[in-house]
């Protein structure tokens, strides 16, 4: 990851975005393509593969009896995890997950659980003693930037496709995954001092900040990430609400509601 | 969960999934479907569904872990925290670090790791959905995933399991038949037939041995079958005559880019009429140049007629033995270091074994 | 049909003396080692469809600072090697406390590859025509494989880049293509490339590179576009052509008949 930057590189993205454009020939505000698959791992309870240009994740969420936390004995669990896989990237390496993969997992776990996404009162089955496990797994297939929206993304995805197995584990009939809410991360990053959506790996590289905005159904947010060494203007950061709002409607209507 | 049917084979003969005792499952594959890798493949075989990838040659760190002659081969089997009906732990298990040694010395024999000293080929086989048989499943699809990224090899490796139910051998185990049957023998071999990898549990007669390795050697040249279609069907609608011409540019560029390049690139003013430039091409390439590359040449071949037969055959079992040692102390330390950091019990650690050995 | 689409291990002679790159000989009969076409004129070779860059003497290549040694740049050549460019090999006398005033990381340059060992240590130079630190302009990169078609038979089709988009063009073995010019040729002169790149007919690509870089319409049936080009142009190419074709031919004659004369 410590990977020299070709400083030509730096110089043609910083360029490009002082004309207001993009490597790929997007505006600062657009996304790549996104292609949205639901139910494609059987195995798995629920599971979403999601396409945002190359990148490439597949999030398999799996649920087990279990017990609660004592300070939430009537509440389900979530547990959420991401690796960057070796396979998804000439630049990760296998082991155990890095701050990276963990901050990137526990940014998508509280747009998940910040915005009550599941009902995780409907998830205790005997207070105190039993109750429902959610775990949410991404699987990083391919890196070509922004594998945290797209693991978000498909986070929701997969949540809205779950089953619990209530026979499989004898506790009554299967039913759906209660959930209430779709929340949708959108993040951007800072080239030369423009906040553009989307970044595609190359962008990334060059950039020394990210920010992650999720957003609920009603447009209020409910998680927030800075991420890297860079600062970011109050005028950015008001304008990147906006837009992680607009945007995340459209994603939220376009992807998720016919899920 | 003992779910045990009565019978695994009906009285014509066919398994529970409808297949004769000696056929696999259906096998699709895709090629190229990842674009950061240098090489991948996705394969589904019956229920499984896996997708291999292959970076390199590449730079290896640290530098202890180079071999001054050959490239290191690296494979990494690895399941989805979500491929299995019982979730396992993400991250390396003490089954998969035993696949992934035994798989990448599969693989061994065929790669021409000669031909990049010091570097790296790593292999990477993510297992998305299991349904028995993943390792042989992530061999053949690692395979095309090697092809695919341009990687110099003798020949494939094809694998597939005989196991035995109601006392029948069975080629390429389902799931109930792998949980519930009487014995397993996972099988790679190349074309020539010389077996790669070879593992076995449960209980076989030496006859039943005897036959299973046929059977397995019948099932891999149905796998090596489905691997040159996905390879030739590649290209299928491309006219041939186009790659053809190709190969021709690719020929004439290896002997006269020297002075092609000298000409185009390092000369302030390029010559406004082609045919000066190609005409310089063409005297210039006449003369020294052209002794270079045909004593280049030869070297090339000698070096392709060193490697033929016993000495190949040494040379790879020497690499091996090489290979045997220092991988598998790398992989354990990687293993140990990478359960040491995630799990929080070193008995959770076991159990998750367990499931994963269950699960295959 | 004598030459084909081929896999490793497939079987291409029975005559162990034709044997010649990508291929390996075993019990008297030559394979393929790779993905590729084979070739049976001359000798039986195979060219492989894709494949990292390995550095070979005399290449020029397109290299990235990535340390500072007290006497050596080191270089990521987009190869599985790193490359060593020793203070001495820097066109003027270098202190070696000031050598990062020169080149320091992250900035990219042409250099030739010197020498390469046969533990793959590999030696670069920048006492030579033609190398030199890169300020300005873009890298583009293509699969190796792929620099063939961009180079084209005796360098035409670099001559159509450089003609065409008003831009310099430097084509490093590696597969890092640097272009330099204004902003605009620059946008179209990547296009061209990774046109060139994407094709999978390289018939007549030459000329529809031409007519995309001269402002014709992308896409169009080539053949319908060379009626619709006038006549000075269509002629320019037509001569192209000819002498495309003339070189490819010298160079077929070359390569048919080297082992021979060699044998």
Not at chain 1, 187 to 200: M, N, P, R
Not at chain 2, 101 to 130: C, H, N, R, T, W
Not at chain 2, 254 to 279: C, G, I, L, W
Request: with cysteine.
């Amino acid at each position: 990851m410590s990977e020299a930057i070709s400083r030509l590189k730096k110089d043609y993205l910083f360029n490009l975005a002082l004309k207001g454009q993009r490597e790929d020939g997007r505006g600062f505000d657009e996304v790549r393509d996104l292609i949205v698959e639901t139910n494609v791992i059987d195995k798995a309870e629920g599971s979403a593969k999601v396409l945002l240009g190359d990148t490439q994740v597949l999030v398999g969420v799996k649920l087990q009896v279990g017990s609660p936390f004592a300070d939430s004995a009537d509440k389900g669990v979530i547990i959420t995890s991401m690796e960057l896989n070796p396979i998804a990237s000439p630049n990760f390496e296998a082991g155990p997950p890095r701050e990276k993969a963990i901050e990137m997992a526990r940014v998508v776990d509280r747009g998940i659980r910040e915005s009550g996404a599941i009902d995780l009162n409907k998830l205790c089955i005997t207070e105190g003693v039993e109750v429902w496990i959610v775990f949410i797994d991404v699987h990083v297939l391919n890196d070509s930037g922004n594998l945290l929206d797209a693991a978000s993304i498909g986070a929701i995805a997969a949540l809205m496709t779950a089953t619990l197995p209530g026979e499989r584990e004898g506790r009554g009939e299967d039913v759906k995954l209660p959930i209430c809410e779709m929340p949708v991360s959108l993040s951007f990053v800072d080239i030369g001092g423009e906040l553009v959506i989307d970044a595609t790996n190359n962008e990334e590289s060059v950039s020394d900040l990210r920010l992650t905005i999720v957003t609920n159904q009603d447009g209020s947010i409910c998680a927030m990430q800075k991420s890297g060494p860079g600062t970011l203007s109050e005028e950015n950061f008001l304008r990147s609400v906006e837009k992680s709002r607009e945007i995340g409607a459209q994603i939220r209507e376009e992807y998720l509601l016919n899920i | 969960m003992s779910d045990k049917p009565e019978k695994f084979i009906d009285e014509n003969g066919l398994r529970l999934d409808g297949r004769r005792v000696d056929e696999i499952r259906p096998m699709t594959v895709e090629m190229g479907v990842l674009s950061r890798a240098d090489g991948s493949c996705y394969l589904e075989w019956g229920n499984n569904k896996v997708l291999a990838a292959v970076y390199g040659p590449r730079e290896l760190h640290p530098r202890r872990l180079q071999r001054p002659s050959e490239a290191l081969v690296r494979y990494r089997y690895n399941m989805a925290a979500f491929s299995v009906e019982d979730r396992i732990r993400p991250g390396p298990s003490r089954r998969s670090t035993e696949i992934s040694k035994v798989s990448g010395e599969a693989f061994e024999p065929v790669v021409m790791k000669q031909f990049y000293p010091g570097a790296v080929i790593d292999v990477f086989a993510e297992v998305l959905q299991a349904d028995a048989g993943t390792r042989t499943a992530a061999i053949n699809a690692a395979t095309l995933a090697l092809v695919d990224a341009g990687i110099p090899m003798k020949g494939l490796v094809a694998s597939c399991a005989v196991g035995k139910v109601d006392g029948q051998l069975v080629l390429d185990l389902n799931k109930p038949e792998d949980n519930y049957g009487d014995a397993d023998l996972p099988i790679a071999m190349t074309e020539d037939g010389e077996i790669t990898l070879l593992q076995m549990d449960g209980n076989l007669t030496a006859d039943e041995i005897a036959k299973g390795i046929e059977m397995a050697r019948k099932g891999c040249e149905q796998i090596f079958a489905i691997q040159k279609e996905a390879l030739l069907s590649k290209f299928g609608t491309t006219d041939e005559e186009e790659l053809l011409k190709e190969a021709e540019l690719q020929a004439e560029l290896a002997t006269s880019e020297d002075e092609a390049e000298d000409v185009e690139v390092v000369s302030e003013v390029v010559s406004e009429v082609v045919s000066e430039v190609v005409s310089e091409v063409a005297l210039e390439g006449e003369d020294d140049e052209l002794e270079d590359e045909v004593d280049e040449d030869l070297e090339l071949q000698d070096e392709g007629e060193a490697f033929t037969d016993d000495e190949v055959e040494n040379a790879s079992d020497e690499a091996e033995d090489l290979f045997g040692e220092d991988v598998s102390e790398f992989d354990i330390n990687e293993g140990t270091e990478s359960e040491g950091d995630s799990s929080s019990e070193p008995e959770d650690a076991e159990s998750n074994e367990d499931e994963g050995e269950k699960n295959e | 049909m004598d030459r084909n689409i081929v896999i490793p291990g497939q079987l291409l002679s029975e005559k162990k003396e034709m044997a010649g790159p990508g291929t390996y000989v075993k019990d008297g009969n030559i394979y393929s080692l790779l993905y590729g076409v084979a070739n049976f004129k001359g000798r039986v070779s195979v060219v492989p469809f894709s494949g990292k860059y390995i550095p070979s003497r005399k290449d020029f290549i397109i290299v990235k600072v990535i340390d500072v040694t007290p006497s050596n740049w080191i270089m990521e050549t987009g190869s599985p090697y790193d490359g060593l460019l020793h203070v001495s090999e820097f066109p003027k006398r270098v202190d070696s406390s000031e050598m990062r005033k020169f080149m320091d990381i992250g900035d990219s340059v042409v250099v030739r590859v010197k020498d390469v060992s046969k533990a793959m240590k590999v030696e670069l130079s920048m006492r030579e025509q033609g190398s030199k630190v890169l300020r300005q302009g873009r890298i583009i990169e293509v699969m190796p494989a792929k620099v063939p078609r961009v180079i084209g038979h005796g360098g035409s089709m670099v001559s159509v880049l450089k003609k065409e988009s008003n831009c310099d063009v430097f084509v490093g073995k590696n597969g890092r293509i640097w272009i330099n010019g204004r902003d605009n040729d620059m946008d179209r002169l990547t296009t061209a490339i990774e046109m060139i790149e994407s094709e999978s007919h390289i018939s007549g690509l030459t000329d529809k590179v031409g007519i995309f870089l001269r402002g014709g319409p992308e896409g169009t049936e080539s053949s319908d576009e060379e009626q619709l080009v006038d006549e000075e142009v269509a002629g320019v190419s037509l001569e192209d052509d000819d002498v495309t074709e003339e070189t490819s031919r010298k160079v077929d004659v070359l390569l048919e008949n080297d082992p021979e004369e060699t044998d």
